[in-house]
């Protein structure tokens, strides 16, 4: 049986997008449901583009029930890749799934990470700090922000005059390259559910 994926982004979703046409016709693993907290999240269109089913949920049954975790075991999910997913993974979804969620970061930790440190923000941290370098991070989820163990770090060079656009392009550019293929090497370490 195909290895069973289930992507969390709260935005855009320009990563799920690629994880979703990486895997689409893919022989070993599957997206088989995209979650979301936000229902104005543009990925949720993303989503109904590749005909994977998504499911919207708030904060009430995030943190105070166990339904998302009902819902990826009855899917038999075997990773849960956060792709631009802004809120802390509770304790009990860490625990129904160790070692099955990892998540990706536009800057290289353990620098420029933690609570509220996302998107743009992040890109500015980085100006600001004057950082010769940048990149992004892939790494297991636990349960503080962006502090899991790392799996793949890769970097590139800020030059004179980089702006905060170009930090994040540049920084998305190395995110789509590599997530489907880091997503891909993790699942080979998992047996299926
Ligand atoms: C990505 O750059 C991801 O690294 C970042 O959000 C963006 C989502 O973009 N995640 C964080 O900052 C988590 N702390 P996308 O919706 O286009 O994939």
Not at 5 to 34: C, L, P, R, T, W
Not at 164 to 185: A, D, N
Request: zero cysteines; hydrophobic letters at 40%; aromatic letters at 8%.
């Amino acid at each position: 049986m195909k290895k069973r994926i289930a992507i969390f982004a709260s935005g855009s979703g320009s990563n799920a997008q690629k994880i979703m046409e990486y895997f689409k016709k893919h022989h070993d693993a599957e997206v088989v449901i995209v979650l979301t907290n936000n229902p104005e999240a543009y990925v949720l269109q993303r989503a109904d583009n590749f005909e994977i089913p998504s499911h919207i949920f708030d904060k009430h049954e995030f943190y105070k029930t166990d339904d998302v975790i009902r819902l990826l075991k009855n899917l038999q999910i075997d990773l849960i890749v956060l792709a631009g997913f802004l809120w802390l993974i509770p304790q009990n979804l860490i625990k129904a799934f160790p070692d099955k969620i990892i998540n990706i970061h536009p800057a290289l930790l353990p620098k420029h990470g933690g609570k509220g440190m996302y998107g743009d923000r992040v890109h500015k941290a980085v100006l600001e700090a004057g950082d010769e370098e940048s990149g992004i991070t892939i790494h297991y989820v636990n349960e503080n922000f962006d502090e899991g163990e790392t799996i793949h770090q890769s970097r590139f060079r800020i030059e004179e005059g980089d702006d905060l656009e170009m930090i994040k392009f540049k920084g998305q550019q190395l995110e789509h390259q590599h997530y489907p293929k880091v997503v891909e090497q993790v699942l080979k370490k998992i047996k299926s559910e």
